[in-house]
C-alpha cells in the first residue's frame, strides 16, 4: 500500500473518530478475510463501514472520506477510483461526497462560525484562513450570498500550521464573545487582543487535511461536493441554483 494512503486514513481518523462505526457494525456479513486484513493493515483502526462494492466479488473500505476496495480473499487491495462506463459517473467520488455530508451532518454549528440569512436555502461549509487574501475576498461577499439565502458556515484552518500567526489569530476569533464578528474583524486586518481558550481549531485543521484541502477557501457544498480555492459569489449563487 502507498505511504500516502496510510496518511490519508490516519488524517481521516483523527478527524472522525467520534463519528467512527465499532468494528462488530462495521463488520456485519463481510467477510473474514476482509475484515481480518484491514486489521491487519490498518491495526486499532475501524473503519466508517464496510460493504460490498458495485463490483461482484469487492468490498469497499471506508475511513471518512478515504475509500478502498479489497477482494472477497483479501489479498488484493484497490487505492483508485471506481467508474460506472455506462452510466459515465464516478463512483468513487459519489461515495466521498457522501461522506463529506455525513461527517459535516456530525457536526455542531456551535463549533463553526457562522453568517445566517433569514431564510436558509442552501449551506457552504468553508475552511478558511485569516490571512488567506481569496478567502477574504469571499468573506467580502458574504452579504451577496446571504442575500440569496446561502447559510455561510466557517472551519478555521490557519495555513501556517500550529502556533503560526494565522493560528494564533485563529485561536483569537474563537474565544472572542463574537466570533463572527471577530473573523470579520481579523479579515479586514484588524489587530485583535489575543486571546487564548479551550478551541477546535486543531482538530479543524486536521479533518480538512481528511478532506483532501490542498488551499483556501477550501468550500464544501451542502451535496459534498467540493469547490478548491474562490469564486465569485456571483457565479456561486448560479452554481447553487439560486
Given amino acids: 500500500m502507498k505511504n500516502n494512503t496510510y496518511i490519508k486514513i490516519a488524517a481521516a481518523f483523527f478527524a472522525i473518530i467520534s463519528f467512527t462505526l465499532s468494528w462488530a457494525e462495521a463488520a456485519g456479513d463481510i467477510p473474514h478475510a476482509v475484515t481480518d486484513r484491514l486489521q491487519k493493515i490498518i491495526p486499532g483502526t475501524a473503519p466508517s463501514e464496510v460493504r460490498a462494492a458495485p463490483v461482484s466479488g469487492l468490498f469497499e473500505a471506508r475511513y471518512g472520506t478515504t475509500i478502498l476496495y479489497l477482494s472477497a480473499d483479501g489479498r488484493y487491495l484497490i487505492d483508485g477510483e471506481m467508474l460506472d462506463l455506462e452510466s ?18 456530525g457536526l455542531d454549528e456551535s463549533e463553526m462560525v457562522v453568517y445566517a440569512p433569514k431564510e436558509s436555502k442552501r449551506t457552504l461549509t468553508i475552511f478558511t484562513d485569516i490571512d488567506c487574501p481569496y478567502c477574504v475576498r469571499l468573506h467580502e461577499e458574504r452579504e451577496e450570498l446571504m442575500d440569496a439565502g446561502i447559510k455561510l458556515r466557517y472551519l478555521l484552518y490557519p495555513r501556517a500550521g500550529f502556533n503560526s500567526s494565522s493560528y494564533q489569530k485563529a485561536v483569537t476569533v474563537w474565544c472572542s464573545e463574537d466570533r463572527a464578528a471577530a473573523l470579520t474583524a481579523a479579515k479586514s486586518g484588524e489587530k485583535l487582543d489575543k486571546k487564548s481558550c479551550e478551541n477546535p481549531v486543531m482538530s479543524q485543521m486536521r479533518l480538512a487535511t481528511s478532506f483532501g484541502l490542498q488551499g483556501t477557501p477550501h468550500i464544501v457544498v ?17 452554481k447553487l441554483g439560486l
Fill in 88 to 105: 459515465r459517473t464516478n463512483l468513487t467520488d459519489e461515495r466521498i461526497a457522501s461522506a463529506r455530508v455525513e461527517i459535516l451532518n
Fill in 222 to 238: 451542502d451535496d459534498g461536493e467540493v469547490i478548491s480555492g474562490y469564486m465569485p459569489a456571483k457565479k456561486l449563487i448560479e
